[in-house]
């Protein structure tokens, strides 16, 4: 378990007086975009092959992956974190991060030795998880924004489950080609930047404790 460190939070860097900065915008724009494509290629499925997702609210266990982000939506997730979130919840939400950390530490082989009530073969949520819903589901990342399958949900738990059921789940592709075009106005933008696409995208615990500036952040 995390120690409860000392954490103080300056007040004066959260609140509704955060202004939406030029790229929270540009993402913004990408995400509204993406969402219509999605919206499209849903309804397309559902007329023409008769398929319609099994993903629903209360249904999280696509939040046990590994959600990989960019610096782009990292950042401006950030930007509404700060904005839209309450102190207590900024605390909550360095503690959870920080859990996940130990335990993605551990699952790689690095500080095998610290003393955690986390045991190897637990797999934590997102952090941004809040009571089965996600806390930021708003500006949630392309990856998660298509990510939606037609199989058993029961399937899309991690193996260490002990309920699972065998099988791999059905993806919807066509719904993640269909946003592809955004992935890439994304890409474009990093790299216009003079960036790295490529290199800026992390796992989501790792940007964000990166971009909230939190000490036990990994090094870029």
């Not at 900065?21 to 919206?39: H, I, L, M, Q, W």
């Not at 397309?44 to 990989?68: A, F």
Request: hydrophobic share 40%.
């Amino acid at each position: 378990m995390v120690e409860n460190s000392v954490f103080c939070i300056d007040p004066e860097k959260y609140g509704a007086d955060i202004p939406i900065t030029p790229e929270e915008k540009f993402v913004n724009g990408v995400y509204a975009s993406t969402d219509e494509a999605v919206r499209r290629e849903l309804s397309r499925l559902r007329s023409e092959d008769n398929v319609i997702p099994t993903c629903k609210l209360g249904c999280y266990h696509c939040c046990r992956q590994h959600i990989l982000t960019n610096i782009a939506e990292a950042k401006s997730l950030v930007q509404y974190i700060k904005r839209e979130f309450s102190i207590s919840q900024i605390y909550e939400l360095r503690l959870r991060t920080q859990q996940w950390h130990e335990w993605y530490d551990i699952r790689a082989g690095r500080n095998i030795h610290q003393k955690t009530a986390l045991s190897d073969d637990t797999n934590l949520c997102c952090p941004l998880l809040m009571e089965g819903v996600c806390g930021a589901y708003s500006m949630r990342p392309v990856i998660c924004r298509t990510h939606f399958v037609c199989s058993d949900p029961s399937i899309c738990r991690q193996t260490n489950d002990p309920v699972s059921i065998k099988g791999d789940p059905l993806a919807l592709t066509t719904v993640v080609m269909a946003a592809s075009p955004f992935s890439v106005v994304l890409r474009d933008r990093i790299e216009n930047a003079g960036l790295d696409f490529h290199r800026s995208i992390m796992l989501l615990p790792h940007w964000l404790a990166n971009a909230m500036g939190w000490d036990f952040a990994v090094s870029l």
